[in-house]
Nanobody, 138 residues
Framework: QPHIEESGGDLVQPGGSLKLSCAGF????????MAWFRQAPGKEREQIAC??????????????YYADAVKGRFSISRDDAKDTVFLQMASLTPEDTAVYIC?????????????????????????WGRGTQVTVSS
């Protein structure tokens, strides 16, 4: 059964860094756009980062997406040999406290944005992990 497992969440002090991992099982993550979402208590789930499939990256098209809230502080990457996607987070603030969830796009060869240049909505993502908790607090 294809599934995703996230790990790396922790309690970290403001200004600290953390690296999350998203491992895919039963499918090949490099064939799909992979995205990180987060959901804080009382807030809607928001997409914060995405990396396109290997096909899109090789074609030279836009391959990364970051939400404004994390741009310049978070970095998404992938290790296709390990079927794993990473989210490196730096300069964390209490506003980054949330459950961080990884998901893969439903389409083989997918990119991170649609024709309008906006990120694909959550309903275009097929398999979701259960998330890993990140808490930023002193």
């Amino acid at each position: 059964q294809p599934h995703i497992e996230e790990s790396g969440g922790d309690l970290v002090q403001p200004g600290g860094s953390l690296k999350l991992s998203c491992a895919g099982f039963g499918f090949t993550p490099e064939f799909y756009a992979m995205a990180w979402f987060r959901q804080a208590p009382g807030k809607e789930r928001e997409q914060i980062a995405c990396i396109s499939s290997a096909d899109v990256i090789r074609s030279g098209r836009e391959s990364l997406y970051y939400a404004d809230a994390v741009k310049g502080r978070f970095s998404i990457s992938r290790d296709d040999a390990k079927d794993t996607v990473f989210l490196q987070m730096a300069s964390l603030t209490p506003e980054d406290t949330a459950v961080y969830i990884c998901a893969h796009h439903e389409d083989n060869g997918s990119g991170c944005v649609g024709d309008q240049g906006t990120p694909h909505p959550p309903n275009r993502y097929r398999i979701w992990g259960r998330g890993t908790q990140v808490t930023v607090s002193s």
